[in-house]
Every structure is written in C-alpha cells, then in structure tokens.
C-alpha cells in the first residue's frame, strides 16, 4: 500500500479508538517559548526528551537546518506571530552535531535537479532575477557559529521585540547532550 494510505488507513483506527485522547492539548503553550530546530529524524523526539519537554509545553518549528536564512521567511514569521499572539516570551534556536543541512554543498543538489527534468535555463532565469540558488542551497560549516548568526539575525530583526530573549543551543542526535552557545538572558 502506498505510503499516504497507509497514513490514512491507520488514522481512521485512531479516531475510532480515540487515541487521540493521549495527545490532546492547550493552544497556548505551557511554558512560554518557542523552539527552532532541524527537520532532522532523529530529533523528532530527542529534542523534547532531551530538554524534559512535554507534548503541548511550547512551539515548534522545524526547517532543514534550524536556520534563520530570510528576515521575511516563514521561521521568521512563525516566530513572531509565537511572539506577538500566542504568548511566547523565549525564543530558541537549536542547531545540531552532523547536521545534514550544514553539510550541505549546492552543486550536487542542482546536479540532481537537472538530473529530474529542472531545465538549464530555470536557473538562468533564477540568476537574472538576482536569486543566489548557491547561497541559498549552501549549508554552514560550522554549527556554533550558524545558531549564532540565526540569533543575531532575530535580534536585529526590525519587527522583534527585543527584551524577548533569543538562546542558541547545539545538540548531540547521538547522546541528546545540548551545549548552550547563546545565553539570551544575558543580552
Ligand atoms: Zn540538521
């Protein structure tokens, strides 16, 4: 069975066994901050157990990386509606050890785009319109210094409160063991 209806499949069981019931939850989250970390599987639950966080305790975004990449991008965004509207007064940003995103080079990225049928001039266009597809698509090399620069980049964000305060965090996937590399109460 392909995989969406085997999601599917099991959700009607789900439901009808009111599983669901486990799960549910407040809108508001229960300690007041908001958690940016990599998309990485195998900090799906590391990064709550890790820190003794509960389902329902906080907000969280995830994206490849845990970086901030665009002021008017949609992490930058959900950290300020989390901020603004649903009662958020900590913001952090967890990068992690061996991270796919950070080792990420463009070049064999846009090789395998062209490989599934992206045309050449697709990215001609992109250049002319002035996109850099190679920063956009260039990992970091050094994990610190990415939480770092995502931080300083929601601080000095003009739409940003800034006596909310801004932690940067690293985590080990392997051990769960997190480094603070940030301290947003000593901003
Ligand atoms: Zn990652």
Redesign the pocket.
Known sequence: MPLLYELLDYNKTFVENEEYKTYVSAKSPKKKMVLVS???TR?TEMSFKSLGLKNGDIKHIQN???VISHPYGSTVRSILVAVYMLGVEEVVIM??H?????ALKPEPMIKEMKKRGIPDNTFEVLEHSKIDIKSWLKGFESVEDSVKESVRKVYEHPLFDNSVPVHGLVID?ENGKVDLVVDGYEN
């Open positions: 990599c998309m990485d900090l490849a990386g845990a990068g992690h061996d991270c796919g995103f950070g996937p």
